[in-house]
């Protein structure tokens, strides 16, 4: 079993940038493919971005494709979210989670374990 804590929301102006980090303890994170979704009010999880085990693939929503980055570091048990040229459309609760499947998914049900979510708000 993994316990994940995100931190680094908060508030900041369209265009700006933000960097989520999603700190595991428990199991070694590098047990899981780990992934971010975003819930905004009145609205489905919907996902974000995911990484690999060991890094070597990255998967990203078309709505965030080019502007948010995911990367780990599994020497500090640690996995990251760096959001770049923010829309106030990217406001939101994002959690981060572990998934334990063979295959890495893109699907909120296929994740086991999940963070209690850090909030970013993008003012216009």
């Known amino acids: 079993q993994v316990q994940l804590v995100e931190s680094g929301g908060g508030l900041v102006q369209a265009g700006g940038s933000l960097r989520l980090s999603c700190a595991a303890s428990?199991?070694?994170?590098?047990?899981?493919?780990m992934g971010w979704f975003r819930q905004a009010p009145g609205k489905e999880r919907e996902f974000v971005a995911a990484?690999?085990?060991?890094?070597?693939?990255?998967y990203y929503s078309d709505s965030v494709k080019g502007r948010f980055t995911i990367s780990r570091d599994n020497a500090k048990n640690t996995v990251y979210l760096q959001m770049n040229s923010l829309k106030p459309e990217d406001t939101a609760i994002y959690y981060c989670a572990a998934d334990p499947s063979i295959i890495l998914s893109r699907v909120a049900y296929e994740y086991d374990y999940w963070g209690q979510g850090t909030q970013v708000t993008v003012s216009s």
């Open positions: 990484i690999t085990r060991r890094g070597g693939s990255t």
């Open positions: 428990g199991r070694t994170v590098s047990n899981y493919h």
